[in-house]
C-alpha cells in the first residue's frame, strides 16, 4: 500500500503548472461517446479515476485511444453495450454520467447504481427525476438502474436541489432529446459550462449554462470535434492552501482566476497576498492567518471540495474559526486525524468550531478521502516533524504526480510502500 512521508517546516516556494479539471473531464469523457465521429479530448488528467472510467468506456464497446498522457481520441460509433458494470462504478461514482449519455444517443441504458460513500449519502434522484420528466421508463432492480424511453422528449424541470451531477447528466440526455429542454435552478459550477461547450462544439444547442436557467434545444447528431478541458480550480486551490498553511510563496500557473475567486477572497480575508494575473494565481503568506467563517455553498460559494484543505489553514490561524458543512452530510472524518496531529477542532452535526493553534506535530494518519487526503499532505508539509500518510490512493484519484509537484516547490515528500522506506527517509531528513 503506498504512503506518503513527509517532513514537514518547509515554507513552498515556486510556480506549479495546473492540470486539467478531474470532474469536467469525467463528463466529457462519458458524454464523448455520444458521438459516432472521433472525438479528440486534451489537457485531460492523468489521474486514476479518469483511467477507470477510460476502462468503463471501453468496456461498452467505444474505441478508446490514448493518444498520451493528457489527450484521447474516443469513438463512439462502435457502442454495442449499454450497460455499465458495478466494477467500475464501484471504483467511481462519475461512471453514472453513461446514463445520461447512453439514454440521450441510445434511447436505453443500464447503470449499477451507486452506493453510499466516504463523504456521506449521495442519492441520484434528481437525475432519474430529470429522465422520467423526459419520458424515460427508469427501474431499479438487483442494484442496477435501467432507463428506457421510446422517444426521449424536452421538458422543464426543475431541480429540487443544486447538483452538479443531475444537472449535467439531464443536459447530456436533453441535448439528443426530441424538442426543447429547460433545467431551472441548474448548478452553475465551472465544469457544467465546461460540459455544455464541449456539447455544443460536437453541434448540441445548449444555452445559459453557468447561470440557474439552462435551455436545450435536442438534435439529432452530434460531430467530431477537438476539445480541450478547463484547469483544474480544485487542484490549484490546494496548492494555494498549502502556500497558506507552509508560510510559502506558490504562483499557480494555467489556471482561470474567476473560478478560484471564493477561495481567493478567503486567503486575502485571513491575511494572505494575492495576485491575480491573467491565467495565474500568486498566493504569499508571511505571517500567522487570522480565523474566519466559511460555509460551503453551490459555486459561485465557496466549493465543499475546499474545504478540507481551508481547515487544515483555519486550525492554524489564530482566533476561533467556524466552518460550516451544507453540501455534504460526512464532510469531517478527516477531523480527528487532524486532532491527532494536534489540531483543536470540534465538530458539532455539519459545524466544525476551530480553534487555531500555534502548529501541527507530526503524526501517523490516514487519507478517509480524496480531499481530505490532499488536505492531511497539506498539515504534514506544515508540521513539526516526519508525517505519513496512508491509504493515499484516494488523493491518486483525483491529483497527478502530486508528490512531484510538491517536491518542485521545495517539500520534503516521498511516495513509499515500506516502513523500511519510511525509515530510510526518516535518518535521510533527520
Ligand atoms: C460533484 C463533484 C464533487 C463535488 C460536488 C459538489 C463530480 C464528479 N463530483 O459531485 O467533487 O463535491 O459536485 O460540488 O463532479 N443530491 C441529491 N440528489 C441527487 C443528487 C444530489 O439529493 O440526485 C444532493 C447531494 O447529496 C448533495 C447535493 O445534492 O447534498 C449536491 O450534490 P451534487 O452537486 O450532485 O454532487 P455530485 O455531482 O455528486
Same mark, same amino acid.
Given at each position: 500500500m503506498e504512503q506518503y512521508v513527509i517532513k514537514g517546516g518547509n515554507p513552498l516556494v515556486g510556480e506549479v503548472e495546473i492540470g486539467g479539471a478531474k470532474n469536467a473531464a469525467l463528463a466529457i469523457l462519458a458524454a464523448?461517446?455520444? =458521438?459516432?465521429e472521433t472525438v479528440t479530448i486534451d489537457?485531460?488528467?492523468?489521474?486514476n479515476d479518469i483511467n477507470v472510467l477510460l476502462d468503463a468506456i471501453a468496456g461498452i464497446g467505444a474505441v478508446v485511444e490514448r493518444v498520451d498522457a493528457h489527450t484521447v481520441r474516443i469513438n463512439g =460509433?462502435?457502442?454495442?453495450?449499454f450497460s455499465v458494470d458495478y466494477e467500475y462504478i464501484k471504483k467511481i461514482?462519475? =461512471? *453514472?454520467y453513461l446514463l445520461g449519455a447512453l439514454l440521450g444517443k441510445y434511447k436505453h441504458a443500464e447503470v449499477a447504481l451507486p452506493g453510499g460513500c466516504d463523504i456521506g449519502s449521495r442519492p441520484i434522484d434528481l437525475h432519474l427525476k430529470g429522465f422520467r420528466a423526459m419520458g424515460a421508463v427508469v427501474d431499479i432492480k438487483h442494484g442496477l438502474i435501467s432507463a428506457h424511453a421510446d422517444s426521449l422528449e424536452g421538458t422543464h424541470i426543475y431541480m429540487d436541489k443544486v447538483s452538479v451531477g443531475a444537472t449535467i447528466n439531464i443536459m447530456m440526455a436533453a441535448a439528443m432529446a426530441s424538442g426543447k429542454t429547460i433545467i431551472e435552478n441548474s448548478a452553475k459550477e465551472p465544469h457544467v459550462v465546461d460540459v455544455a461547450n464541449f456539447l455544443n462544439r460536437m453541434g448540441a444547442s445548449i444555452r445559459g449554462? &453557468?447561470?440557474?436557467v439552462i435551455r436545450i434545444e435536442g438534435v439529432t447528431k452530434l460531430h467530431a470535434t477537438e476539445y480541450s478541458i478547463i484547469p483544474d480550480q480544485i487542484e490549484a486551490g490546494t496548492f494555494m492552501f498549502a502556500a497558506a498553511a507552509t508560510k510559502g510563496d506558490i504562483t499557480v500557473k494555467n489556471v482561470i482566476p474567476k473560478h478560484l475567486e471564493a477561495t481567493t477572497a478567503k486567503l486575502a480575508e485571513i491575511g494572505c497576498q494575492i495576485e491575480e494575473l491573467d491565467d495565474a494565481v500568486r498566493v504569499v503568506a508571511t505571517k500567522r492567518l487570522s480565523h474566519t467563517s466559511i460555509t460551503t455553498l453551490p *459555486?459561485? &460559494?465557496?466549493?465543499t471540495d475546499m474545504q478540507p484543505q481551508m481547515t487544515v489553514v483555519l486550525a492554524l490561524s489564530e482566533g476561533t474559526s467556524i466552518v460550516t458543512e451544507s453540501? @455534504?452530510?460526512?464532510? @469531517?472524518?478527516y477531523v480527528d486525524e487532524l486532532n491527532r496531529m494536534g489540531a483543536d477542532i470540534r465538530v458539532e452535526s455539519n459545524i466544525a468550531i476551530i480553534t487555531g493553534v500555534e502548529k501541527y506535530t507530526s503524526a501517523r494518519v490516514s487519507a478517509p478521502d480524496l480531499r481530505a487526503g490532499a488536505a492531511l499532505v497539506i498539515a504534514g508539509l506544515a508540521a513539526e516533524g516526519v508525517t505519513v500518510v496512508d491509504d493515499i490512493k484516494y488523493i491518486q484519484r483525483g491529483y497527478e504526480r502530486f508528490e512531484e509537484k510538491l517536491q518542485s516547490l521545495g517539500a520534503s515528500i516521498e511516495k513509499v510502500t515500506t516502513d523500511k522506506e519510511i525509515q530510510k527517509f526518516v535518518l535521510r531528513v533527520s
Open positions: 464523448a461517446i455520444m =458521438s459516432d489537457n485531460l488528467p492523468d489521474v =460509433s462502435t457502442v454495442s453495450c461514482r462519475a =461512471s *453514472y449554462a &453557468g447561470t440557474d *459555486y459561485p &460559494g465557496f466549493p453540501i @455534504f452530510e460526512n464532510r @469531517f472524518r
